[in-house]
C-alpha cells in the first residue's frame, strides 16, 4: 500500500473543513475498505449473507458516530426483489436469415440481462437499426423517428452526437428500455463499438451468469410486459448487418467519431429460447441522520449516498472467485463514514440535516437508490441535495475534480468556490460517452427533481492518469482483482473526503436550498 504526503490549504470558515481532516493520511478510511471488502463479506451480493455482514459493520459506525437511525426498521428500509437467473446451458440463440440459421452462444456471443423485469420465454422477431438509440426530442433529435419499431427487437449502438451533452444522452439511454417498450418493441440489443470497448468481453462473460433484479413491486419496474435486454460480443456485430447493405466497421468508425447515424432495417431476425429461474429475497438500504444544528433548516437534508453491493461470489478468475468490491464501491461507504467522522467533529455544525443513505443494488441497476428515492423515510421535499461516492479511483494523485452535474445546478457554484479554496480545480469529464450521469445513485435522485453531485478524481483525456484509469477498468474493475492487494493511495481519498466535507457544509449551511440552472435539461423533474 502507497502512501502520499497530504497538504491541503487552510479552508476560510465559511467552509469549515474539520481540522484533524487536513492532518488525514487516510489510515481510518483504508481500515473502513478492509473491514467491508475482506474476503469474509464475500463480495457483498445483494440479499446473501456477505452483504448483511458488511450492513452490521455499517451500522455499528453508525452507532458509533451517534447517527440516528432513519429507517423502516431501525437503521434498516427493506426492498423486496425478485432474482432471475438466467440459465444459457438451457438458453439459445439464432440468427435467421436469407442464408440460413446461424448459432449465436449463449453467453459467449450473447449477453441476456436478466434485470429490469421477467425475460421473455420466446423471442422470434424481425431487427430495426436505431443508430445511437437516443430519443430526445425536447432536443430536437430522435433516432427512432420514422422507424417501425412495434414487434421488433431494437438495436442500438455505443456513443452519440457530440453536439448534445452527455448527460443528456446519458439520460435517454436510462430511459430507452422504457420508451421502446411503449412503442410496443419487443427487445434491444446494445452494441459497442470496438473502439468504445470499457470492459474485455470476456470478461463480461465472466459476469453474466450473476444473479439479475428487478423489483418485487411491478409498480416501480421500468416495463410491464416481459422485455428483452441483450449485449453482443463487439467482435461479432458485423453479424446482425449481413445482407443489409450497411457495413458495420464504416458504422463504427461514424460513431466513434460522433458522427450522426441513420437507421434502418435489418435482413437478419433473432430467434430465441430463454431460460430463468426466479426466487424473491429481499435487501436493506441502510438509513442514517445527523440532525442539523438550526431550529428551522434542520427540516432539509442533504443526502449523502453510496451504495454498499457489490457482485458477490461470481465465476473464479485466476483462482479467485470472490468480488470483493474494494474500490467499488466500499470505499465509497468509507468515505461516507469519514465525513460523518468529519461532520461531528468539526467546530462549524452543518444547520440542515444530513442523512447517510448507504444503499443495495446499485450493481444491479440502481435498485436500493431508486426505492429510496421514490419511498424515501424523510418527505421527498425535504431532500435537497445528493453527494455521491462510488468508486472515487485513489490510484494517482488528487490534483483536480470532477463532480459529475456540476454544470447542471447550483451545487457546482459550490463545488467552485471550494475547488478554489482548496486548489482543487474542477476538470470536465473526460469521457462523456460512458454514461457516469446514470451509472451511479445520484440518478435516482434527480430524476426525482432533486440536484446531485458524483464525485470523481479529476483527469484529461490523452494523460498518463487516463491511461492508469483505463488499465484499472480493464483489468480489475468487476473483478475479483478490486481487492484489498490492489495498489492505493489512502491520503489521496483523505483530500477527496476533506473536500467533500466542505462541500457538505457549504450547501448545508447556505440560506438557499440548491436550484436547477434554468438551462438544465433536469430542472423538468423538480418537484
Keep these: 500500500m502507497m502512501r502520499l504526503p497530504l497538504a491541503i490549504p487552510l479552508l476560510a470558515l465559511a467552509l469549515a473543513v474539520p481540522a484533524q481532516a487536513q492532518e488525514d493520511d487516510g489510515a481510518q478510511w483504508w481500515s473502513h475498505v478492509q473491514a467491508i471488502a475482506n474476503d469474509g463479506m464475500e463480495g457483498r451480493g445483494t440479499g446473501t449473507p456477505g452483504y448483511d455482514r458488511a450492513a452490521d459493520y455499517v451500522i455499528g459506525q453508525f452507532k458509533a458516530l451517534g447517527l440516528k437511525p432513519m429507517g423502516v426498521d431501525g437503521y434498516k428500509q427493506p426492498v423486496a426483489f425478485v432474482e432471475q437467473v438466467i440459465q444459457s446451458d438451457q438458453s439459445s440463440a439464432f440468427l435467421v436469415g436469407p442464408q440460413g440459421e446461424q448459432r449465436l452462444a449463449v453467453p459467449g456471443d450473447?449477453?441476456?440481462?436478466?434485470?429490469?423485469?421477467?425475460?421473455?420465454?420466446?423471442?422470434?422477431?424481425?431487427?430495426?437499426?436505431?443508430?445511437?438509440?437516443?430519443?430526445?426530442?425536447?432536443?430536437?433529435?430522435?433516432?427512432?423517428?420514422?422507424?417501425?419499431?412495434?414487434?421488433?427487437?431494437?438495436?442500438?449502438?455505443?456513443?452519440?452526437?457530440?453536439?448534445?451533452?452527455?448527460?443528456?444522452?446519458?439520460?435517454?439511454?436510462?430511459?430507452?428500455?422504457?420508451?421502446?417498450?411503449?412503442?410496443?418493441?419487443?427487445?434491444?440489443?446494445?452494441?459497442?463499438?470496438?473502439?468504445?470497448?470499457?470492459?474485455?468481453?470476456?470478461?463480461?462473460?465472466?459476469?453474466?451468469?450473476?444473479?439479475?433484479?428487478?423489483?418485487?413491486?411491478?409498480?416501480?419496474?421500468?416495463?410491464?410486459?416481459?422485455?428483452?435486454?441483450?449485449?453482443?460480443?463487439?467482435?461479432?456485430?458485423?453479424?446482425?448487418?449481413?445482407?443489409?447493405?450497411?457495413?458495420?466497421?464504416?458504422?463504427?468508425?461514424?460513431?466513434?467519431?460522433?458522427?450522426?447515424?441513420?437507421?434502418?432495417?435489418?435482413?437478419?431476425?433473432?430467434?430465441?429460447?430463454?431460460?430463468?429461474?426466479?426466487?424473491?429475497?429481499?435487501?436493506?438500504?441502510?438509513?442514517?441522520?445527523?440532525?442539523?444544528?438550526?431550529?428551522?433548516?434542520?427540516?432539509?437534508?442533504?443526502?449523502?449516498?453510496?451504495?454498499l453491493d457489490g457482485y458477490g461470489i461470481g465465476t473464479p478468475v485466476k483462482g479467485d472467485g470472490i468480488y470483493n468490491g474494494a474500490f467499488d464501491n466500499a470505499s465509497g461507504v468509507a468515505s461516507l463514514l469519514e465525513i460523518g467522522r468529519a461532520l461531528k467533529a468539526g467546530k462549524v455544525k452543518p444547520k440542515r440535516s444530513i442523512l447517510f443513505a448507504i444503499v443495495t443494488a446499485e450493481e444491479k441497476g440502481l435498485l436500493g437508490s431508486r426505492y429510496f428515492a421514490r419511498r424515501p423515510t424523510?418527505?421527498?421535499?425535504?431532500?435537497?441535495?445528493?453527494?455521491?461516492?462510488?468508486?472515487?479511483?485513489?490510484?494517482?494523485?488528487?490534483?483536480?475534480?470532477?463532480?459529475?452535474?456540476?454544470?447542471?445546478?447550483?451545487?457546482?457554484?459550490?463545488?467552485?468556490?471550494v475547488s478554489a479554496a482548496m486548489n482543487l480545480p474542477i476538470t470536465p469529464d473526460p469521457f462523456p460517452n460512458r454514461?457516469?450521469?446514470?451509472?451511479?445513485?445520484?440518478?435516482?435522485?434527480?430524476?426525482?427533481?432533486?440536484?446531485?453531485?458524483?464525485?470523481?478524481?479529476?483527469?484529461?483525456?490523452?494523460?498518463?492518469?487516463?491511461?492508469?484509469?483505463?488499465?484499472?477498468?480493464?483489468?480489475?474493475?468487476?473483478?475479483?482483482?478490486?481487492?484489498?492487494?490492489?495498489?492505493?493511495?489512502?491520503?489521496?481519498?483523505?483530500?477527496?473526503?476533506?473536500?467533500?466535507?466542505?462541500?457538505?457544509l457549504r450547501v448545508a449551511n447556505a440560506a438557499d436550498r440548491p436550484r436547477w440552472n434554468e438551462d438544465s435539461f433536469f430542472k423538468r423533474f423538480a418537484q
Excluded at 421527498?380 to 462510488?390: I, P, Q
Excluded at 432533486?450 to 498518463?464: H, S
Design 378 to 417: 424523510v418527505p421527498a421535499t425535504a431532500m435537497v441535495a445528493d453527494l455521491n461516492f462510488d468508486m472515487a479511483l485513489p490510484i494517482f494523485p488528487l490534483t483536480s475534480v470532477t463532480p459529475i452535474g456540476y454544470d447542471q445546478s447550483s451545487l457546482g457554484q459550490d463545488a467552485a468556490a
Design 110 to 307: 450473447l449477453i441476456i440481462s436478466g434485470g429490469g423485469g421477467p425475460v421473455p420465454e420466446q423471442i422470434d422477431a424481425p431487427m430495426v437499426f436505431a443508430g445511437y438509440g437516443l430519443h430526445l426530442p425536447e432536443a430536437g433529435y430522435d433516432d427512432f423517428a420514422g422507424l417501425d419499431l412495434k414487434g421488433k427487437l431494437v438495436v442500438v449502438l455505443s456513443g452519440g452526437p457530440a453536439d448534445i451533452s452527455g448527460a443528456l444522452k446519458s439520460h435517454a439511454r436510462s430511459e430507452r428500455a422504457k420508451y421502446l417498450a411503449s412503442q410496443g418493441a419487443v427487445g434491444l440489443i446494445s452494441l459497442v463499438t470496438p473502439g468504445q470497448v470499457e470492459i474485455p468481453w470476456n470478461r463480461r462473460i465472466n459476469l453474466a451468469g450473476a444473479p439479475a433484479l428487478y423489483y418485487a413491486d411491478a409498480s416501480l419496474r421500468e416495463t410491464d410486459t416481459p422485455f428483452l435486454g441483450a449485449q453482443l460480443d463487439p467482435a461479432k456485430s458485423a453479424l446482425l448487418f449481413a445482407g443489409s447493405g450497411h457495413d458495420f466497421a464504416a458504422i463504427a468508425a461514424a460513431a466513434d467519431a460522433s458522427a450522426p447515424l441513420t437507421g434502418f432495417p435489418l435482413v437478419q431476425r433473432l430467434k430465441a429460447t430463454v431460460a430463468a429461474t426466479r426466487q424473491n429475497l429481499s435487501s436493506p438500504n441502510l438509513i442514517a441522520v445527523m440532525p442539523g444544528s438550526d431550529p428551522i433548516l434542520r427540516n432539509e437534508y442533504i443526502v449523502l449516498s453510496a451504495h
Design 435 to 504: 454514461n457516469v450521469f446514470i451509472r451511479s445513485d445520484q440518478y435516482a435522485f434527480i430524476r426525482e427533481g432533486i440536484p446531485a453531485l458524483f464525485f470523481k478524481y479529476g483527469f484529461k483525456a490523452n494523460t498518463p492518469e487516463a491511461e492508469t484509469e483505463k488499465a484499472w477498468r480493464a483489468n480489475l474493475y468487476h473483478s475479483p482483482f478490486d481487492d484489498l492487494n490492489q495498489p492505493v493511495l489512502p491520503a489521496e481519498t483523505a483530500k477527496l473526503n476533506a473536500y467533500v466535507t466542505a462541500v457538505t
